[in-house]
């Protein structure tokens, strides 16, 4: 995960002790395909970074029809 950090634009800027501070507050999530990370209305208190396959962001319109808003992958 250490090397994700480094990696990812977001985080480029942090020191060593800025890096290790923020891995020890993260948790790793193992998902399959289909699964749901998190859902429309849950609450914004965390950030998910994607070190492998994609995500899929969907939104549910007002008539309930489900559309793909976007798909990300990892960061390189």
Not at 9 to 20: H, I, T
């Amino acid at each position: 995960m250490d090397d994700v950090l480094r990696r990812a634009p977001l985080f480029a800027a942090l020191d060593d002790d800025q890096a290790a501070e923020l891995r020890a507050s993260m948790s790793e999530v193992t998902l399959a395909r289909g699964d749901s990370l998190f859902h429309e209305g849950d609450p914004g208190d965390r950030l998910y970074v994607v070190t492998e396959g994609k995500v899929k962001l969907h939104r549910t319109s007002p008539t309930a029809a489900r559309t793909c808003w976007r798909c990300s992958a990892p960061a390189s």
